[in-house]
């Protein structure tokens, strides 16, 4: 008797566990005809075309990425100035650490049918999101949302949805720009000109060369692990990374990144990258904090850093423009903001993430004399806090080169995810061991990687 | 909760109520229904062994072990025949294909060797070096408390923190290649971080020394249980400190020595933190030093392009596995002990 209710027990639990995992298992959608998004319920006027409509008025959530211990004040101001000028409205402001899961939880959130309202992602993310549906697509929905942007930046923030159709599924907000910093100390000792950097990535490979053959050993040019130099490089070279539908990687056929793999791998044999950098994780603000990277990290915020940490590295650090070699412009995706389609204010959201990117509050927030960002609006570039930059404290030089490249900038970064950079990076890694020939390395590279673009096809 | 008792048949007769818990023997009426075998009243207290009355004890942890335990497994299990994506959506069912897939990718089978080789060689020394370790400190000498404090701090470290500190001691120019070549015993560093074969061997040795402090203290309990009057006797009959620890001391705390083989033979077997730390974010150049958790990352994770269904199988594979060296251990035991 025991034994059946038992089993029966057990089979119970057993068809409740099948149950809940062929659900998990159905796709989206909707048996009753309501609108969905992303598989979740939401107001019809979220999805479909049409403008959207309804008052400003109830509580939506914010989502900020690791900002609110160093910028609160800033984003407090805003959300009291938007709950002013919309006297029905409250917004709960959330900040999340951003650390290497985020994409995975917002994904997960999302999926969950409790992504914030208005949320601020990096191009992975919005990539995931806008590939499932969870992001309104602005296209239809505020046509007009474009028109403070620079016209760059606005034509190049675009995304597929589920049906591969690019859209405008999120606003572009702050970015960190993108410069050449370097120890202008360690470049004399190397024989270079500070005066004259590089301004084509194999330019950058010639210097390198020069710094491995006069260190010894004891500075190096830039570490060596390829996952900080690519795609960024292959793009400033002008290569083709990808088809223009990007569905398949076609970096391997250009004879430019043979080129590139070859003078990687010519620098590692001869000392100029530090040998224990090629797969590790360090990170080359602290190298070059401890003075031994002639070239520093192209992020400009990372002067900062520089200067609160290692003063004396600092004071010899210099800033020239990134090397714009073929393309002629520098690619970024900056930081984005996006509405939830999934929002049951989307109005209210969508009105918040337009007020928080306009030209007046990132003009704002760039002024921050703790912060070097650079706004996504032509007005606030054109602000002379940007044209007027006196002085030749490298934080100041920075700006002024970098709001400038700002202005022809593009979105274009090819944004590998983190699988196929790995797939890429392992293979270049063999070649600079001598263990692959740069063709092979890079044949089977493009191999792997597309064989990741198909399988999350 | 049954607290009335029941009515004698066809008396008619009102059975006064019995006690509630709290109430004058309450407790102990409670006690007496959850109770099996035999009572004073066994007639009654059989009426009161309701047979879901276990079940309701155990709910609990049957709750726990189902909803964290058997729905995932079994989930990951029906996924593994799919072609899922980890952003979710619809899959479709593609039999074996996963499996097939797996059979035939040389990065699965360079993974496994990779695990393999890491339980094969982590669990014996993980096995044997804590219970030295905890003979030495066994001994109530004066400051000896701070050894075992000092072995047992790795333990409390996290594995970053762990991994970072490892990073700095074996870099080209870390600590352990600057003294070797002060001491003149080598002259160009070696390079623990570069080589795929050596950072698979360091990450073995950050397991060990992590895992050290923490088994040390299951032995230091162990030992505790080691009659010492068979130390003193054998003593008495001449026999060393090598032969007493092999046949007084390791015979004692055997079934430790089986725990701590099992949990460390699991433990081993999803190794990823080492491999991510001593190798980066490649698994080591080319992906050499990947293990089986740090390829599943790879192929399963990845909100793009994962592959949640090619991701559980080599989830599958890797479970197939653990079980498969848990058992061969247990068999091994038994064997050795009949």
Redesign the interface.
Known sequence: ??AR?LTG?VAG??AL??T???C?????GSDSGDATAG?CKVDEGNVGSGKITGDVKGKITFQTTNLKKDFGDYFNGIIKAFEKAHPDTTVKWVDDPGDATF??RL?ADA?GCTLPDVVNINV?TA??LT??GYLLDLDKKAPDAGKPFTESMWKSSMYADSTDTKVHSVLPWYSGGIAQTFNIDLMKKAGLDPAKPPTTVLGLFDDAQKIAEASDGKYYAFLA?P?LRIPADWQQMDIQVLTPDGKKFTFADDPKTTQWVEAMTKLYKSGGM???S?????DPANVYGQGKLVYGPTNPNFLRFIQQNNPSVYKETGVARFMLDDLGHTVGAPQYIGVASTSENAATALSFAQFLTNAKNQLEWAKDPNVVIFPSTTESLNDPFFQSVEGSDPFAEARKIVASDRKTATADEIAL???????I???I??A??G?KSAQDALDEAQKKANE??E??S | MTTLSPPTKGSGVAVPRDPRPGEPNGGRRLLRAIRPGPSADAGGAALYRRWWLPWLWMSPAIIGVTVFGVYPFLNTLLLSFTDAKPLGGAASFVGLDNYTRMLGDSDFWLATRNSVLYALIVVPLMVLLPLTLAVLVEKNLPGIGFFRSAFYTPVLASSVVVGLSWQWLLSDQGLVNTWLQKAHIIREAIPFLSDSWLILICAMGLTLWKGLGWYMIFYLAALGNVAKELHEAASVDGAGAIRRFWHITMPGVRTSMMLVGTLTGIGSLRVFTEIYMLGGSTGGPGGADRTLPFYIRDVALDPLTGNAGYGSAVSVALFVLTLGLTLLAQRLTKEDES
């Open positions: 008797m025991r209710r027990c639990v057993i566990t099948l809940a995992a062929g998990g298992l159905s796709g989206g598989g994409t995975q994904v999926q992975n990539i995931a590939k499932s692990n996952q530090p040998r224990d090629l797969s590790s994780t360090q995810t983190p699988g196929e950079l790995n797939a990076s392992a293979q890694q063999l600079m061991q263990k990741l673009i399988q999350g």
